[in-house]
C-alpha cells in the first residue's frame, strides 16, 4: 500500500520529468527539449528498498507570461501543500536562474522536507558546479542525472527516510472506505445518509466539498471509516485552483480506504468522467463497490435494475468483479444494501486460500482448458501460492512466464472468482519462472 507522496517540483525543462520516470522505472511522463510541455500533474508509484510511494510530477514553474502558466503555478503550489517530500530540480549545467530563486522563495514558508536535486551532472568535471546550489539556501544539494540514472538512488534513499510512518493503530478490524465520482452525484448526501446524521456540508452547487472528511461510526457489531471526498472534475480541462485542490484531495483518500465507492447519477447515467475518476482506484489495487445514486429519480420499468446493470457492465467492462447497489441518498432508500456490499468486498479483499486449494484449482483450470502457444512455448502452472491479501495476491510458478498469454491469465482469473468469494476485489496474479 502506498506511504506518503512525493512531489517533483522545479522551472522548466530542468529535467523533472526524467527524473520521474527514473524512479518509475519506466516511461510515463513525456519527455521533451521544449520547455513547459508537463502541464498537468502526472502520478505515479515508486518501489524503493520495501517501501512504495506516490511521486506527482508537476509542471515547470517560471515568470515568463507564457500560456498556462497561472494554473500550472497553482498545481505545483497545491503538489507542495498536500506532498509529504518535496523534491525540488534544477539545472546543474544552467546554474541558479531566477526562476529558481522564485521556487526557493516559495518553499522557505514550507514545514515540510524539501530535498534539492541538481539534474544534469553526468561527467565529474561537473561535480563542482553543484556547489554554486548552496546558495539557494536549502540545504546540500543532491547531484544527479536522470537521463543516466547517477544519484538517484542516494536521491530515493532520502526520500525514503522522510516518508511518514506506517500508522500503529491500523483500521484492519475496521471497514475502511471512500467515496469517489465527479461533482453533484451525491456523495456527501449518501455519507449523511449512511451516519443518519448530518455530519458534512450537503449542497446542491457542485463541489461543494474542499476537503476530506474521515468519520468513524459503528453499525451493529462492525465499526467502519468513512472518507467523504470532493468530486473530481477531468484533469486537463478545468483549471480552477479547487478543482486540482479536490483531485489531489480524492488521490490520498483513495490510498487511505481499502473499498472504494464509484457513486455514479442514476438519472444522468456514465460519462467518461466517471471512467476516469475510478481509474485513481483500480492503479492502486482497491476493492471497488458501484453505487447507483439518485435511483429515485430514474424511470422504472420492470426489468430496470437488470437494464442498467447490463448497461454499466458494459461500460465498465474492467469492473466486472464490482457489485452494483441502487440506492436513494435523498429517501434513504436501499442504504442497507451498502452496508451489506461492504461486509462482503471486506472479507473478500482480505481472503486467504489454502496452498494445497489453490493448486487444485489450477491444476484443475489446466485440465479443463489446456494454455494456447505462445511466444514459442505453451505455458505450464507447476505451482502457486498466495503471498498477500488486500489485494490477494497469487504467485503463479510455471515453466517459462513469456509463454503466458493475457487471455489465459484471465481465464485463470475467472476460474478463481468461480470458485472462491472474491467479488468486489482485484486479484493480482503475479507469472514467475521456477528456477531449476
Known amino acids: 500500500m502506498p506511504r506518503g507522496i512525493v512531489a517533483i517540483i522545479g522551472s522548466p525543462n530542468v529535467g523533472k520529468s526524467t527524473i520521474f520516470n527514473r524512479m518509475l522505472g519506466e516511461r510515463h511522463a513525456i519527455v521533451d527539449d521544449e520547455a513547459g510541455i508537463t502541464r498537468d500533474r502526472l502520478y505515479g508509484k515508486c518501489e524503493w528498498l520495501g517501501n512504495t510511494f506516490s511521486i506527482i510530477d508537476t509542471g515547470g514553474i517560471e515568470l515568463a507570461n507564457r500560456p498556462f502558466q497561472e494554473q500550472i503555478r497553482v498545481q505545483a503550489e497545491i503538489a507542495i501543500e498536500e506532498a509529504d517530500v518535496i523534491v525540488f530540480v534544477t539545472d546543474g549545467k544552467v546554474g541558479i536562474t531566477s526562476d529558481d530563486r522564485m521556487v526557493a522563495k516559495m518553499l522557505y514558508k514550507v514545514k515540510k522536507p ?8 553526468d561527467e565529474g568535471s561537473h561535480m563542482s ?14 547531484i544527479v542525472s536522470g537521463a543516466h540514472g547517477i544519484g538517484i538512488g542516494d536521491l530515493l534513499n532520502e526520500i525514503v527516510k522522510h516518508l511518514p510512518k506506517d500508522d500503529e493503530a491500523t483500521n484492519d478490524e475496521k471497514i475502511t472506505f471512500c467515496m469517489v465520482g465527479r461533482p453533484n452525484v451525491g456523495k456527501s448526501s449518501l455519507v449523511n445518509a449512511l451516519l443518519n446524521e448530518e455530519r458534512v456540508i450537503v449542497s446542491n452547487i457542485s463541489g461543494t466539498t474542499r476537503d476530506s472528511i474521515d468519520t468513524p461510526f459503528t453499525k ?7 472518507i467523504d471526498t470532493a468530486g473530481l472534475k477531468k484533469r ?11 483531485a489531489i484531495r480524492a488521490l490520498k483518500a483513495i490510498e487511505r480506504s481499502e473499498i472504494v465507492l464509484l457513486v455514479l447519477d442514476g438519472k444522468e447515467g456514465i460519462t467518461e468522467q466517471d471512467k476516469h475518476v475510478i481509474s485513481y482506484a483500480t492503479d492502486l489495487h482497491k476493492a471497488i463497490i458501484i453505487v447507483v445514486n439518485k435511483y429515485d429519480l430514474v424511470d422504472k420499468s420492470t426489468n430496470t435494475i437488470s437494464e ?3 448497461w454499466i457492465r458494459q461500460e465498465y467492462k474492467f469492473l466486472d468483479y464490482a457489485p452494483i447497489c441502487f440506492v436513494s441518498a435523498l429517501k434513504k432508500a436501499r442504504i442497507e444494501t451498502i452496508f451489506e456490499k461492504l461486509e462482503m468486498v471486506h472479507n ?21 482448458n489446456q494454455s494456447p502457444n505462445f511466444n514459442g512455448g505453451r505455458i505450464k502452472i507447476l505451482y502457486c501460492s498466495q503471498v498477500s491479501t488486500a489485494p490477494p495476491t497469487i504467485v503463479l510458478f510455471v515453466n517459462n512466464s513469456e509463454w503466458m498469454h493475457f487471455s489465459y491469465l484471465r481465464y485463470l482469473e475467472n476460474r478463481l472468482r468461480e470458485t472462491f468469494n472474491f467479488e468486489g476485489t482485484p486479484i493480482n496474479l503475479v507469472v514467475r519462472t521456477r528456477k531449476s
Open 114 to 121: 524539501i530535498l534539492l536535486a541538481v539534474n544534469k551532472i
Open 236 to 246: 486537463g480541462k478545468i483549471f480552477e485552483s479547487i478543482d486540482k485542490y479536490s
Open 308 to 310: 442498467m446493470s447490463k
Open 129 to 142: 558546479d553543484a556547489q554554486e546550489f548552496y546558495g539557494l539556501g536549502l540545504g546540500k544539494p543532491f
Open 220 to 226: 451493529g457489531d462492525k465499526q467502519y471509516v468513512v
Open 348 to 368: 473478500a479483499y482480505h481472503t486467504r486460500i489454502k496452498t494445497s486449494l489453490l493448486n487444485d484449482v489450477m491444476q484443475d483450470a489446466q485440465m479443463m
